[in-house]
């Protein structure tokens, strides 16, 4: 890996879809073994912003590194080195979810033996070992998401980008799935998260940064967030939302 230091480099991004700007000028780096929080009101440019960082959306000017690699014309080495977990479930309907996971493994190279090894892995600690032989129809709210984080994880990427992880999970879930992003940050993965929910930023992460209306409104070390206020206070002056 190139300029190992910096797992994500965007500089000067701007996206329009058709005459709508859904980015201004975004710039803004993670470092390699951060915890990065992206928060936002709906609409602010998270999800957007993911996709340009995997590829999946086009953008007028600017540009996305991956540890030192361009997303546009090193897409293969750098999406490799992304594990998505989306904002929304987009899994094959025909696939049972072991299949669904040996598959993305192959997208990225891993052997059927060892991919297999892994999901069956990652079922069993997502607890999800006896719904193996379902389609993802037949899991609950709760299950899928935890099925989008095995799939995330399937191919063992460097960065790990979770696009509201914890949505619709129970107590017990979310407790579960921070502790191990928690360990897994502790391995040294680098992590970045959208999240509506101040707590959880609070609770797991190193850096935030906050896009409004498609711009980069404030961005710094969590510490200096809640010096003198909670993280919610924060957020709420650097977006000018009223509570
Ligand atoms: N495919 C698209 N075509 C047109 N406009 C889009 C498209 N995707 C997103 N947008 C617009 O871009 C803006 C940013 O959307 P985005 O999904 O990035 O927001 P977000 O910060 O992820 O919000 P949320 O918290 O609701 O997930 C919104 O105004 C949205 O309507
Ligand atoms: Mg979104």
Known sequence: MRNSEIAISIKGLVKYYRDFQALRNVTFQVNRGDFFA?????????TTTINTITGLSQYQSGSVQV??????????QTRRLIGLCAQEFN?????????????????FGVSAFQASRR???????????????????????????RLALCRALIHDPEILILDEPTA???LELKFRIWDYLKQLNNEGKTIFLTTHYMEEAERLC??????????????????????????????????????
């Open 67 to 76: 540890f030192g690699y361009d997303t546009k014309r090193n897409y293969i």
């Open 38 to 46: 992206f928060l936002g009101p709906n609409g602010a440019g998270k």
């Open 91 to 107: 899994f094959d309907p025909y696939l049972s979810i072991h299949q669904l996971l040996k598959y993305q493994a192959g997208y």
């Open 206 to 243: 190193k850096t935030i940064g906050i896009i409004n209306h498609g711009s980069i409104v404030r961005i710094g070390n969590k510490k200096d967030f809640i010096k003198e206020k909670n993280l919610e206070a924060a957020f709420l002056e650097a977006t000018g939302l009223e509570h």
């Open 119 to 145: 999901a069956d892995e990652l079922l069993e600690r997502f607890q999800l070992r006896d719904k193996r032989n379902l389609k993802h129809r037949a899991l609950s709210g709760g299950m899928k998401k």
């Open 168 to 170: 619709g999970c129970d």
